[in-house]
Structures are given as C-alpha cells and as structure tokens.
C-alpha cells in the first residue's frame, strides 16, 4: 500500500513538473509569436495580401472545400468495406483468375457517384480486404471517370454531342482495364506499401468501433494530402493563365498532349471538367477527350492522395504509366469516333 | 496534443466547413450552391467524429495514468507508416499530414478568403459559349428583364432569332477595364468550385457609361441590346450593351453565375 502511495506521489510530481515545463516553454513561445505577429504581421500582410495570393486562397480553399464531402464519401465507404463487409464476399464476387477480375471490377466503377477524391480510399480498403490489387487499381481508375453523374455532367456540356460521352466512356474504361491487366502482369508487390489498421482498429477488428477509428484516421490522413493537393492545383491556376493555350491550338498533337498536361495540373473535379473541357474553344474534340480522360485519372490532388495512401514509389510509377495509356487511348477513341 | 490531436483536427475541419455553409453563406465564393446540404452534412459529422475522438482520448487518459504506458504507445503507431516521413501515424495524435488541414479550416474560420474578382478574369481569355450558331427559346416575359451575363452574352453572339432584339434587360455583375477607356460587366461562373470558373463579359456603352464606375465594384444595368458584327464570329465579340441606368450595388450573396 505504501510503495503505491509513493508512486501515486512521484507520478504526480512528475506530472506537475512536465505540466510546468510545458507551460513555460509553450507560454514563452506564444508571448514571442504574439509579439512578431502583432508588429511586423499588418506590414507584412498588406504588402503580401496582393489580388494573386488573394486568388491563390480562394482557389485553395475552394479545391478543399469541395474535397471534404467526396473524400468523406470515400471514406465512409472504405470504413463500411473495412469493418462490415468480410472478406470472402468479394472472393466469391470477383472471379479468381486476375485477367478477368480486372474488366469487372473497372466496370463496377459505375457505382460510386463521386469524384476522384472518393475513390481513393476506397481502393485501399478493397486491397486490405482481399481484392486483388489489379482489379483495385482498376476500380480506382475507372470509378470516377465512369459514374452516372460524371456521365450525365459530360452530356449536359457538350450538348447534342453523344459519341463525346461514348467516347468518354470506352475510352476511360479502357485506360482502366489496361492498367489493370499492366499491374496484373508487371506490377510489384513492393512498390505498393499498403497502409495497416492502426492500432485502435487492429484490437477490435470489425464492428462499430473499428468503423469509427477508420474513419476518422482515413479522413485526416486522407484529408492531408487533399490539402497538400490542392495547394499545387491553386499554384498552377494562379501561375498559368488559360489564355497561354492559344499558342497552341495550332498543331492538333500539340493541343492534345498539352491538354492532357493541364488536366493534371489544374485538378478540376470529374465532375466539372467535362465543362472545362467544352469551354476550351479551338481544341478539337479529341484533345478535349484526353482532356476528360486524364483529368480523373492523373492529377496533382490524386497524386498526393496516392502518395500518401499507397507510397510514393508506386504513385509516381503508376500515374506516370497512366498518364501514358490514358492519351494512347483517348487518341484511338478519338481519331476513331470524333 | 498527441492524444487529443485528431479531435482537435476533426472539430476545426467540421466547424469551419459549418461555419461557411450553415452559419453563413460564403461557400457561395468557393463551390456551387447545390453543394450545400452535402457540406452541411459533413460538417456535422465531423464535429460528432471529432467528439468521439475526444471521449476516446480522455477515456484513455484515465487508462494510461493506471498503466502507465504512455511510452509505448508512441512508438506503435510509427511502426504502421513503414517509415515513410511525411505519415507517421499516431494511435491518437492522427497522421501528421493531417496537420496541414488546420491551414484552410484557420483561413476559413478567420479570414475567409473573398470570391475570385477582376484579377482572375483578366487572367482567363474569356469563354464564349461552346454552342454554335443557332435559334434559342424564347426570353420570358418582363420589362426589365433580368438575365445572367453569360445568357446576355451566348444568345447577343450565337442568337440567329434575335430574341434580345427591342428588350430592356438588366445583369449584374463586376466591372472590369479594356483599353482606351471601354468597361465591361463581367462575371465568372463556376461549375463545381472556384477553380475552374469561366468568364463572360459584356461592354458597356452609352452616355451613361460614362465615367466607368472602379474596377472590382458591383453594378446592376439596365439597358438594350446592341447588335455587333457577324453572329458566331469574332467581329460579334464581346457583346455589346447600351446603357440606361447603371446603379452601384453591394456584391451579391452569390457572386458567381449559375450554370
């Protein structure tokens, strides 16, 4: 009973000193903070506050305002996958054999009506529960290019246009499966670092408990990277001007490959590209199908969602593929439908 | 701060994505208005994600005084990110990424940044609208009849049936400058958010044109249609509007257009 006594005293001592030390460490900090802030923050901050970093904040924090609902779409969904769902359903939904598992799973894509932000996460919790990562990375692809709504917006902006949604469609598709069967055949376990449960989640592996600590650690880790995103996406708004592309409507290889560049750079939602894309005029049809194509596939926002969820050695190997099949294969849609 | 870490980055995200669009209406400047009920919803779970982390930390708080095993804790959560040095991931603290979020929740919370202005649509080529030449349905009724920019502009450049034609009209939107003393009333429209507005514009003319109001402030015009060059060409652009009445107003609550 003493030695417990004792401890109670020496652990509270310990407290009360760490607490102090806190307080005036911290306390000193802020005081100097304060200080600097308040003195040089006016002078600094009205010479800093020009109409382009004024932009530059709006653009920031509109790409992650409009981030936060569909990210935490996906994340909802990937908690639900990870702690409700078990795994031999989708061993018994998905074929075994890899090269037919990917068409299907890049075709299941039509069912998460969100933008790319969502489709992340949820990618990874399908590979933590079984599914092979051929068809994930299929699925992760094709999911936000193909949805109903990202179909419904294209036809809306580009009206009286059809084969341009077709197009979309079978194009995107395509550059999906492909990546799958690539994965499937040269893909590496190693450069893909799968994130495990933390550890909150690992002691009670299913249920309402491992949904909620999930959730919350997907949605912040997840929600970082959108931000780290978003921060690229407003830089290159601000720095490059859409009047620059006039320069290049001439050559139609140019145009199309420079589309396809500024898809990724400008990260425009899947769900307003499509008019984005129909606003660009002088392009023709088939760089604006790339444009529609690489936009929900490869961009700077998805890259720093990928980089944090899977590692960077497999978001720079895989997007940079994808870019690649992504305008081969809106070339050949295009020169074969438009 | 490592326990407490993910619910203070839950709440922060919450409130500032509750603050803009239930307690006010300033998502307006960054997303389309359809988006709000999506953002309200997440707004409020978060806030709930948030409290749950937080009654989580405190419970494990009690936990850890018994223990004592604070130490250890720490170090599980590193094991997780494979060493990978921008994630480590802590039980409670949240990965580290996270913290970036406190960037545009402090900025929305504190300074909300204003909605895209005269500097953005002078950096963007203004669009023309992608249909072509063509006869639009009729205008309705109205004397003045209030129409976005965008409209004003698509039917005065694309319009073979002339609907503006004999109209008093009215738009609203901000002024921008053109060389050798021309303005215009300009607005961008967004789609999704902020980042891929486009612009319209329409030039105002007129002897009440005259001594052009500033740069970046807010006009209401009425006016009539003036036609301009060959329709669906480059002589038509940019559409032109002679002025009746123009009246300085506050910037609206929208201040982008509607598609």
Same mark, same amino acid.
């Given at each position: 009973?003493?030695?417990?006594?004792?401890?109670?005293?020496?652990?509270?001592?310990?407290?009360?000193?760490?607490?102090?030390?806190?307080?005036?460490?911290?306390?000193?900090?802020?005081?100097?903070?304060?200080?600097?802030?308040?003195?040089?923050?006016?002078?600094?901050?009205? &010479?800093?506050?020009?109409?382009?970093?004024?932009?530059?904040?709006?653009?920031?924090?509109?790409?992650?305002?409009?981030?936060?609902?569909?990210?935490?779409?996906?994340?909802?969904?990937?908690?639900?996958?990870?702690?409700?769902?078990?795994?031999?359903?989708?061993?018994?939904?998905?074929?075994?054999?890899?090269?037919?598992?990917?068409?299907?799973?890049?075709?299941?894509?039509?069912?998460?009506?969100?933008?790319?932000?969502?489709?992340?996460?949820?990618? $990874?919790?399908?590979?933590?529960?079984?599914?092979?990562?051929?068809?994930?990375?299929?699925?992760?692809?094709?999911?936000?290019?193909?949805?109903?709504?990202?179909?419904?917006?294209?036809?809306?902006?580009?009206?009286?246009?059809?084969?341009?949604?077709?197009?979309?469609?079978?194009?995107?598709?395509?550059?999906?499966?492909?990546?799958?069967?690539?994965?499937?055949?040269?893909?590496?376990?190693?450069?893909?670092?799968?994130?495990?449960?933390?550890?909150?989640?690992?002691?009670?592996?299913?249920?309402?408990?491992?949904?909620?600590?999930?959730?919350?650690?997907?949605?912040?880790?997840?929600?970082?990277?959108?931000?780290?995103?978003?921060?690229?996406?407003?830089?290159?708004?601000?720095?490059? /001007?859409?009047?620059?592309?006039?320069?290049?409507?001439?050559? $139609?290889?140019? $145009?199309?490959?420079?589309?396809?560049?500024?898809?990724?750079? @400008?990260?425009?939602?899947?769900?307003? &590209?499509?008019?984005?894309?129909?606003?660009?005029?002088?392009?023709?049809?088939?760089?604006? @199908?790339?444009?529609?194509?690489?936009?929900?596939?490869?961009?700077?926002? @998805?890259?720093?969602?990928?980089?944090?969820?899977?590692?960077?050695?497999?978001?720079?190997?895989?997007?940079?593929?994808?870019? #690649?099949?992504?305008?081969?294969?809106?070339?050949?849609?295009?020169?074969?439908?438009? | 701060?490592?326990?407490?870490? !993910?619910?203070?980055?839950?709440?922060?995200?919450?409130?500032?994505?509750?603050?803009?669009?239930?307690?006010?209406?300033?998502?307006?400047?960054?997303?389309?208005?359809?988006?709000?009920?999506? @953002?309200?919803?997440?707004?409020?779970?978060?806030?709930? #994600?948030?409290?749950?982390?937080?009654?989580?930390?405190?419970?494990?708080?009690?936990?850890?005084?018994? &223990?004592?095993?604070?130490?250890?804790?720490?170090?599980?959560?590193?094991?997780?990110?494979?060493?990978?040095?921008? !994630?480590?991931?802590?039980?409670?603290?949240?990965?580290?990424?996270?913290?970036?979020?406190?960037?545009?929740?402090?900025?929305?919370?504190?300074?909300?940044? /204003?909605?895209?202005? $005269?500097?953005?649509?002078?950096?963007?080529?203004?669009?023309?609208?992608?249909?072509?030449?063509?006869?639009?349905?009729?205008?309705?009724?109205?004397?003045?009849?209030?129409?976005?920019?965008?409209?004003?502009?698509?039917?005065?450049?694309?319009?073979?049936?002339?609907?503006?034609?004999?109209?008093?009209?009215?738009?609203?939107?901000?002024?921008?400058?053109?060389?050798?003393?021309?303005?215009?009333?300009?607005?961008?429209?967004?789609?999704?958010?902020?980042?891929?507005?486009?612009?319209?514009?329409?030039?105002?003319?007129?002897?009440?044109?005259?001594?052009?109001?500033?740069?970046?402030?807010?006009?209401?015009?009425?006016?009539?249609?003036?036609?301009?060059?060959?329709?669906?060409? &480059?002589?038509?652009?940019?559409?032109?509007?002679?002025?009746?009445?123009?009246?300085?107003?506050?910037?609206?609550?929208?201040?982008?257009?509607?598609?």
């Amino acid at each position: 009973m003493r030695v417990q006594n004792e401890r109670t005293v020496v652990d509270g001592l310990r407290l009360a000193v760490r607490a102090m030390v806190y307080a005036v460490l911290g306390g000193a900090a802020l005081i100097a903070i304060a200080t600097v802030v308040s003195v040089l923050g006016p002078m600094v901050a009205i &010479d800093l506050y020009t109409p382009a970093v004024a932009a530059w904040w709006t653009v920031f924090t509109a790409v992650a305002v409009q981030g936060v609902p569909f990210l935490l779409l996906g994340t909802v969904v990937s908690a639900a996958i990870g702690a409700f769902v078990p795994e031999r359903v989708f061993t018994k939904l998905l074929p075994r054999n890899q090269a037919l598992a990917v068409p299907i799973a890049g075709a299941a894509g039509v069912v998460l009506p969100g933008c790319e932000c969502a489709s992340v996460p949820v990618a $990874s919790s399908l590979m933590r529960r079984g599914v092979a990562p051929a068809a994930a990375l299929a699925f992760l692809l094709s999911a936000p290019a193909i949805n109903p709504v990202v179909l419904v917006a294209t036809s809306i902006a580009f009206p009286g246009q059809p084969k341009m949604v077709l197009g979309r469609l079978i194009a995107s598709l395509a550059t999906a499966v492909v990546m799958g069967w690539l994965w499937a055949r040269f893909g590496r376990e190693e450069w893909l670092r799968l994130p495990k449960r933390t550890q909150a989640a690992a002691s009670s592996p299913t249920g309402v408990k491992a949904f909620v600590a999930g959730l919350q650690h997907d949605f912040l880790h997840a929600g970082g990277f959108l931000v780290l995103g978003a921060a690229a996406a407003a830089t290159f708004n601000i720095a490059v /001007p859409r009047s620059i592309l006039d320069i290049f409507t001439g050559s $139609s290889w140019l $145009s199309l490959l420079l589309l396809a560049f500024l898809a990724v750079v @400008l990260c425009v939602c899947s769900e307003a &590209d499509a008019f984005v894309a129909a606003s660009l005029s002088g392009f023709s049809p088939a760089a604006k @199908l790339a444009f529609m194509v690489v936009g929900p596939m490869v961009d700077l926002k @998805l890259i720093a969602l990928q980089a944090g969820t899977f590692g960077r050695a497999f978001a720079f190997r895989f997007s940079s593929t994808t870019w #690649l099949v992504a305008v081969t294969s809106s070339t050949l849609v295009g020169w074969w439908l438009l | 701060m490592r326990r407490y870490g !993910s619910a203070v980055l839950l709440l922060l995200v919450g409130g500032a994505v509750l603050r803009i669009s239930l307690f006010s209406e300033l998502y307006l400047r960054y997303v389309q208005a359809a988006l709000r009920p999506y @953002l309200i919803v997440s707004g409020a779970l978060l806030i709930l #994600l948030g409290l749950a982390a937080a009654v989580r930390g405190m419970r494990h708080r009690q936990h850890e005084e018994h &223990d004592d095993h604070e130490e250890e804790e720490g170090e599980e959560g590193e094991g997780d990110e494979h060493g990978h040095s921008h !994630s480590h991931s802590h039980a409670h603290g949240g990965p580290r990424i996270a913290w970036l979020l406190t960037l545009p929740a402090l900025a929305l919370l504190l300074f909300p940044p /204003p909605a895209l202005g $005269s500097y953005s649509a002078s950096r963007e080529e203004a669009q023309r609208a992608a249909q072509g030449v063509g006869s639009f349905s009729a205008l309705p009724a109205g004397s003045p009849l209030d129409i976005s920019v965008a409209q004003y502009s698509s039917r005065a450049i694309y319009d073979t049936g002339h609907s503006l034609k004999g109209r008093t009209l009215r738009m609203t939107g901000f002024v921008t400058h053109g060389s050798n003393g021309t303005w215009y009333v300009t607005r961008l429209l967004v789609t999704c958010c902020a980042a891929d507005a486009t612009i319209s514009k329409v030039e105002i003319r007129g002897d009440e044109a005259d001594g052009a109001p500033q740069t970046d402030s807010w006009v209401t015009v009425t006016g009539t249609w003036v036609p301009k060059g060959k329709l669906g060409t &480059d002589g038509a652009w940019p559409p032109v509007l002679k002025a009746a009445q123009v009246k300085q107003v506050k910037e609206p609550a929208d201040p982008y257009d509607k598609r």
